[in-house]
């Protein structure tokens, strides 16, 4: 899933996501599970991938709690409660690839109906970004790209 589209959310909060960043995700199920991710982005998994994901790191938080490993640590592990309550959502693609963004997302996200979004593949996942927030992204990134190819791809 690679890629970087332009597009525009309907008045009714509804964005189209290119057939070919859709089709892998819709290939498991029209269920998918959109999560916040930084200021102006949100990502859109597989419900599957993000599933075993989330499992893992709550089984592994559980079982520090259980042998006492995160005594004194009551304020992170509720912070990381809420924070994980409020992140994520199980959203379903409509035909052609269509998402409806929940209220909380959109908020977050910051965007209003008719608002363009820039739709990214991430390789993993999908990103949905608002377009000033991508920019900003990639003016900070972009320099890095040739060292994490090379460190990734080694």
């Given at each position: 899933?690679?890629?970087?589209?332009?597009?525009?959310?309907?008045?009714?909060?509804?964005?189209?996501?290119?057939?070919?960043?859709?089709?892998?995700?819709?290939?498991?199920?029209?269920?998918?599970?959109?999560?916040?991710?930084?200021?102006?982005?949100?990502?859109?998994?597989?419900?599957?991938?993000?599933?075993?994901?989330?499992?893992?790191?709550?089984?592994?938080?559980?079982?520090?709690?259980?042998?006492?490993?995160?005594?004194?640590?009551?304020?992170?592990?509720?912070?990381?409660?809420?924070?994980?309550?409020?992140?994520?959502?199980?959203?379903?693609?409509?035909?052609?690839?269509?998402l409806l963004l929940p209220e909380g997302f959109r908020e977050f996200l910051g965007v209003e109906a008719g608002g363009e979004?820039?739709?990214?593949?991430a390789a993993i996942c999908i990103e949905l970004w608002r377009p000033d927030a991508w920019i900003?992204?990639?003016?900070?990134?972009?320099?890095?790209?040739?060292?994490?190819?090379?460190?990734?791809?080694?």
């Amino acid at each position: 899933m690679l890629g970087e589209f332009r597009r525009t959310l309907d008045d009714r909060f509804r964005l189209s996501i290119p057939a070919e960043l859709a089709d892998p995700l819709s290939a498991e199920g029209s269920e998918c599970i959109l999560a916040k991710e930084l200021p102006g982005c949100l990502s859109l998994w597989s419900a599957g991938q993000w599933s075993a994901k989330l499992e893992a790191g709550v089984q592994l938080v559980q079982s520090k709690m259980q042998l006492g490993r995160l005594e004194g640590k009551v304020e992170e592990v509720q912070r990381l409660g809420r924070l994980l309550s409020t992140r994520h959502k199980t959203v379903e693609l409509a035909g052609r690839g269509r998402l409806l963004l929940p209220e909380g997302f959109r908020e977050f996200l910051g965007v209003e109906a008719g608002g363009e979004l820039m739709v990214v593949g991430a390789a993993i996942c999908i990103e949905l970004w608002r377009p000033d927030a991508w920019i900003k992204y990639l003016e900070e990134r972009m320099p890095e790209f040739r060292t994490l190819f090379d460190g990734l791809s080694s």
